[in-house]
């Protein structure tokens, strides 16, 4: 068997896909071992509509006022979106985990627990808390610790 027909025989295997309907292989694939055996796996992630993902990200940056955060609860993975405005510049910024339990702003008879988590985040953002407006971490700390 020649070399070329072998590597394409290889390469046909290796593209298979061996997911779920509606499902495709990830960007990422992996190799897995079982009791000495090894075998190619596709991370399988769900199909979603260009469309979709659209609607979801698109933000009118126009309508938007300056430097005043929204929550955004239907966002995959940050909590807020802020309009950014400095020296003329505008800029959009996503910041926080979703679903994250923060701190939250001072409170009376607050738990050392909570002092401590809101000291160490300070501490370890201070840095880029201090770049101003335009930095996410800015506006995690004022907005949620």
């Not at 295997?13 to 055996?37: F, H, I, L, N, R």
């Not at 959009?92 to 008879?109: L, M, N, S």
Request: hydrophobic content about 25%; proline content about 3%.
């Amino acid at each position: 068997m020649k070399k070329e027909v072998l590597y394409r025989l290889i390469e046909e295997v290796m593209t298979e896909e061996d997911c779920w309907a509606g499902y495709s292989p990830g960007a990422q694939s992996g190799v897995k071992t079982k009791k000495g055996k090894r075998g190619r796996v596709n991370n399988c992630e769900e199909i979603v509509e260009e469309e979709e993902l659209e609607e979801a990200e698109q933000i009118d940056k126009d309508s938007m006022a300056c430097n005043d955060p929204k929550g955004t609860p239907s966002h995959s993975s940050k909590s807020h979106v802020v309009k950014a405005c400095e020296d003329g510049k505008e800029k959009i910024i996503r910041f926080g985990e979703q679903g994250a339990e923060t701190a939250g702003k001072p409170k009376e008879g607050e738990s050392k627990k909570m002092k401590a988590k809101r000291k160490s985040f300070k501490a370890r953002h201070g840095k880029n808390i201090k770049k101003g407006k335009m930095s996410a971490a800015y506006w995690a700390d004022k907005e949620k610790w």
